[in-house]
């Protein structure tokens, strides 16, 4: 058992060896200013792609990346990649969610009037039990 610890020592003194000499000085540099705009929009068929052919997962990172703008951002353009990526989530995985709650809360306040409903319809054929999606499809 003994033998088991001692073979994990070089590993361990490497991983300090690359935090001290890489890692360390990184983390005392000023980090730079980054703003949260959304200027790219993926293919869908890239998306299912790089998540390994799941199309869920890809559907979730795209819903990820729509949910990571923050709440002080005033770009239109912003908004319309938002939108787009969105919509690509909604053919992806349409009973996705967080998808449709986010394209009901803000798409429609910067114009994006029909984008939302698009998601909104899609999640209204998909999640059939569910009355929120037709509810926020009303307004």
């Not at 986010?102 to 209204?124: C, N």
Request: hydrophobic content about 45%; overall charge negative.
């Amino acid at each position: 058992m003994a033998s088991l610890t001692w073979r994990g020592l070089p590993l361990a003194a490497f991983g300090l060896l690359c935090y001290a000499l890489v890692l360390g000085p990184l983390k005392s540099l000023p980090r730079a200013q980054e703003d949260d705009f959304l200027r790219v929009v993926i293919p869908g068929y890239i998306e299912v792609l790089l998540a390994g052919g799941d199309r869920h997962l890809a559907a979730n990172i795209g819903v990820f990346r729509a949910m990571m703008i923050g709440g002080d951002v005033k770009d239109e353009l912003t908004y319309e990649v938002q939108a787009k990526v969105q919509r690509q989530v909604a053919i992806l995985n349409p009973r996705q969610e967080d998808n449709s709650y986010v394209a009901a809360a803000i798409l429609p306040w910067w114009g994006q009037v029909d984008d939302a409903q698009f998601i909104l319809s899609r999640a209204t054929e998909s999640r059939y039990w569910d009355f929120m999606p037709p509810f926020y499809q009303g307004f």
